[in-house]
């Protein structure tokens, strides 16, 4: 979307040349008039423009005194000055105060197209310029952080694994100090206690002074932390040198956790507790091994407070064996459900029947009362969600869901959980026949608005604005559901009401004009034959 303005006191330059810029044709070109200086202040308060054709002498605002107007709202919006009179002083003076261009009224149309394009496409470079890129370059650093965590968080996914070339083009974006292709050891430090009346900010800086001091302690170790709880550090930890022993890198984080511990407790005043991974684990890994440390922090001796507990291989293989919940852990059952989640309220459907069908086949080889449990989980959300779009009368009328209140009305497990993929696909399937009813409600609620009010101003703008959409968005989206452009289909409305007008009444040529919503008769005229390749004059003579 591109917004252009002509300012001028005189009504016959800003019509005219109005029409010019129309006659272009340009469906992402949107033109404003002031005949006033006022009128062009009051513009640029509601609107966004891009370039700015204005007289340069006008009554109570000269066009320079306009242009530093213009620039205090929208900087980077160009200014082209347009005059009746060869003066050096004036032309002087609008450059110096920033103009893009000074313009005779007498060099005539083309002088002024060709500034119009040089303008255009000066400012579509000027986007790409190298203070836009350096700002965004320091906009990135300052979201660096927030980056890294959102990638790591992603890593944990253990159902997703990425390939380690990708992997490795993204800590090196991100600027993630570990290695992308080498295992990483797990740490996770615990606040047991909070001093009195403290706020997030306060919690965030001692969390921070805990991560300098594992840093402080740890100088031959790559390491970075992320807050993964109110009370929670998750460190990963890899030797600076890759070729070090694993057992060797294991003894010197373990024998550095009792320090650590104590400068924390002395220093900050803060008992902490620490829980170490028994191995380095490969990053496609990562989500089980925290998910074995959060167990082993929650559960036992590991809810003591001022501990430091080491994972024992040994036991965690006791676990695989006795509870297979323990070893997967309900924080990756709690994440795979907020993925179900996540696909049901963003119509993912592939991915919701994938991520479903991937924990049926690991809860099916469990006990009873964890299939139970998430059976009736995945029910609960699919209710909630059916009662919450008002569509459960709906859904019902093609599937007892009924049926969704009791697990033991299926024959078996693997049954029950097809009864429940058979609901989330009626579900699915409802909510994308509303999303295209939804659709062609709005294009038609637009197209009876555009047939009522053809004699009106019907810029995309005001349409947008009228069904809540971006401009340009709506522009794309017409199209996307009709296969026209807007301006095309509110044009060929106008052209065939402007015909309608022309074979059944008298009225004259200027007069027609503004009832299809020209307000110049010549530049409907003009438009009329470009699209109908005869004037309206003849074409009233070859139908009457």
Request: net charge negative.
């Amino acid at each position: 979307m591109f917004r252009l303005m002509i300012v001028d006191d005189e009504p016959i330059i800003v019509d005219g040349l109005f029409e010019t810029f129309r006659g272009m044709g340009n469906p992402d070109l949107e033109i404003y008039r002031a005949y006033t200086p006022a009128q062009a202040v009051e513009t640029i308060s509601i609107y966004k423009i891009d370039l700015v054709f204005t007289d340069i002498r006008m009554p109570g605002m000269t066009g320079i005194e306009l242009q530093q107007l213009i620039v205090e709202q929208w900087p980077r919006c160009k200014v082209i000055f347009l005059s009746g009179y060869n003066d050096f002083n004036y032309v002087q003076k609008a450059i110096r105060a920033g103009g893009y261009d000074y313009i005779l009224k007498t060099e005539g149309e083309d002088k002024i197209l060709e500034a119009f394009h040089k303008a255009v496409k000066d400012i579509s470079f000027q986007l790409e310029e190298e203070q836009l890129l350096q700002k965004a370059k320091r906009t990135m650093q300052e979201a660096v952080p927030i980056l890294q965590k959102e990638y790591l968080i992603s890593l944990t996914d253990d159902a997703k694994p990425e390939q380690t070339e990708s992997r490795i083009k993204r800590f090196h974006d991100l600027q993630i100090p570990l290695h992308a292709d080498a295992p990483v050891l797990l740490l996770i430090c615990r606040v047991d206690d909070w001093f009195e009346l403290m706020n997030y900010s306060d919690k965030s800086l001692l969390l921070y002074a805990i991560h300098n001091i594992v840093e402080e302690y740890l100088q031959d170790t790559i390491l970075i932390s992320l807050s993964v709880q109110s009370n929670q550090l998750l460190f990963m930890l890899q030797p600076k040198l890759k070729l070090q022993a694993e057992a060797r890198f294991l003894h010197i984080v373990e024998e550095t956790l009792d320090s650590i511990q104590g400068t924390c407790k002395s220093l900050i005043k803060l008992p902490i507790s620490m829980f170490l991974s028994a191995r380095l684990v490969p990053w496609e890994g990562l989500g089980k091994q925290i998910a074995k440390l959060t167990h082993l922090l929650r559960r036992g001796i590991g809810q003591n407070k001022e501990i430091i507990l080491m994972e024992q291989d040994n036991l965690s293989e006791h676990y695989v064996g006795q509870n297979q919940i323990d070893e997967i852990g309900y924080v990756l059952f709690r994440k795979q459900i907020s993925q179900l989640e996540v696909c049901l309220e963003s119509g993912q459907q592939e991915d919701f029947e994938k991520t479903f069908l991937e924990m049926v086949n690991e809860i099916k080889l469990l006990g009873p009362f964890i299939q139970r449990q998430y059976y009736f989980t995945v029910a609960m959300m699919l209710i909630n969600y059916m009662n919450n779009l008002n569509i459960t009368a709906e859904i019902g009328r093609d599937i007892d869901i009924h049926s969704m209140l009791s697990m033991d009305e299926h024959k078996t497990w693997v049954s029950s959980c097809r009864y429940l993929l058979e609901v989330s696909g009626l579900v699915f399937q409802f909510k994308s026949k509303e999303v295209i009813d939804k659709s062609y409600e709005l294009i038609e609620h637009l197209k009876q608005f555009i047939q009522k009010h053809l004699n009106e101003e019907l810029s995309l703008t005001r349409l947008a604005g009228m069904v809540h959409l971006n401009p340009s968005y709506l522009s794309r989206f017409f199209k996307q559901m009709t296969g026209t452009v807007l301006t095309d289909y509110i044009t060929g409305l106008r052209i065939a009401k402007a015909k309608s007008l022309l074979r059944e009444t008298d009225l004259k040529i200027q007069d027609i004009a503004p009832q299809v919503g020209f307000d110049s008769p010549a530049y409907f005229i003009r438009l009329f034959k470009k699209e109908m390749h005869v004037t309206p004059s003849e074409y009233r003579d070859k139908n009457s």
